[in-house]
């Protein structure tokens, strides 16, 4: 069984292993992605995460069904992605896998974030203590600025909507 959800709430590792466990199941692996306290060399207060949630949720179900054509052992899936505010430490993607052997799991879980990192419409604010900048992951599976005044900084003090630092510079 597949569980895919975009949740505004804290993502909880327990209840995710809990919808993967199963007497059959000789290996759960779980990745935790959580926000670190920098970001190309620059510090990071959280980030904050949007999502076209129907969109979002139709692309985890076809990972799911991919990493199950792949290792056909595998049992059951659970891939979880936050929006919203997501503080330092915090997760903001949790995928869970059973199998009977590690090795599916293994390498399921690792296809399936980098598929949702390459094909979700997920997008990323960086907060910075006197700066934000707006990211969005593309298909190609890289980070690039939204489009937008990309020629400068704003400082988080002004009154404008969001910040886009340029990262072609």
Not at 24 to 48: C, H, M, P, W, Y
Not at 75 to 89: F, N
């Amino acid at each position: 069984m597949d569980h895919v959800s975009i949740t505004g709430s804290p993502l909880d590792i327990v209840h995710m292993t809990k919808l993967v466990t199963s007497p059959s199941s000789g290996a759960i692996v779980t990745f935790i992605g959580i926000t670190r306290d920098n970001f190309e060399g620059k510090k990071v207060v959280q980030l904050e995460y949007e999502a076209y949630q129907p969109m979002a949720e139709l692309q985890l179900k076809k990972i799911c069904v991919e990493v199950r054509s792949k290792w056909p052992s595998v049992e059951h899936m659970a891939i979880a992605h936050r929006t919203g505010l997501v503080p330092v430490t915090e997760a903001s993607v949790i995928i869970a896998i059973s199998s009977p052997h590690r090795g599916a799991a293994l390498e399921g879980a690792q296809f399936a974030i980098d598929q949702l990192k390459a094909s979700v419409p997920i997008w990323k604010k960086v907060s910075h203590p006197a700066l934000v900048v707006l990211l969005e992951v593309r298909q190609t599976n890289c980070i690039v600025p939204l489009s937008g005044p990309t020629d400068q900084l704003f400082s988080a003090t002004d009154q404008l909507p969001y910040f886009v630092l340029s990262l072609n510079n």
